[in-house]
Structure formats: structure tokens, C-alpha cells
């Protein structure tokens, strides 16, 4: 994802989406912030957890949003998701946020 190109033109597709979320996980160019690492404790979500959603899950377009000056997308499993953005700047996927989809 560290690249001299200038930041891509957002929001990105879905597609684009999955392979760079994919990509710095494989890399280990991400990092959770402190209200992700709040939500994991809270809703029993462990690092193995959000592996496999980052890994394994797809993002959801109807569900991207523009928010504090970024895009977010929600990266999802069938049991769990992750709202990520993406640092161009420093090169790495921000996790926001993590839910369960039984949460009301």
C-alpha cells in the first residue's frame, strides 16, 4: 500500500476496496484506533477475529460512508464487521470501528 503515486480518487469500488484491505493485512500496514481497540474489548472481538474479517471479508458498497474527512468502508463476515479507512499519507488501513451483526 506505501506507494510515491498520489493518493487514488475515492470512494473507491468495492473490488478495489477488498484487495488493498487484503493487501495490508499481508503486509502488516494497519493499525486499530483507540475506539476500535474500545469496541473489540467491548463486544469480545479478538485480534484473531478481526484477522479473518480483514482476510476473509468483503465490503459492503451500500454501506461506505464519508465521515471526519474520510471515506469509511465496512469490510464484512456473516458474524462480524469492520469499518476501515485508508492513510494515504502513511500508508496504512485505519481500523475505525468493529461490530457483531447480532448487536441491536
Not at 493518493?7 to 478495489?16: F, S, Y
Not at 471526519?68 to 500508508?91: L, N
Amino acid at each position: 500500500m506505501v506507494s510515491d503515486d498520489p493518493p487514488p480518487d475515492e470512494p473507491l469500488h468495492p473490488t478495489d476496496v477488498r484487495r488493498r484491505v487484503r493487501q495490508a493485512h499481508r503486509d502488516d500496514v494497519w493499525y486499530l484506533t483507540k475506539h476500535a481497540k474500545r469496541r473489540m474489548a467491548e463486544r469480545d472481538i479478538t485480534l484473531p477475529d478481526l484477522a479473518n474479517i480483514l482476510a476473509g471479508g468483503h465490503c459492503a458498497p451500500d454501506k461506505t460512508t464519508f465521515e471526519h474527512g474520510t471515506w469509511r468502508y465496512r469490510i464484512e463476515t456473516t458474524k462480524m464487521s469492520a469499518a476501515v479507512s485508508f492513510d494515504w499519507y502513511q500508508g496504512r488501513l485505519v481500523v475505525v470501528t468493529v461490530m457483531r451483526h447480532d448487536e441491536k
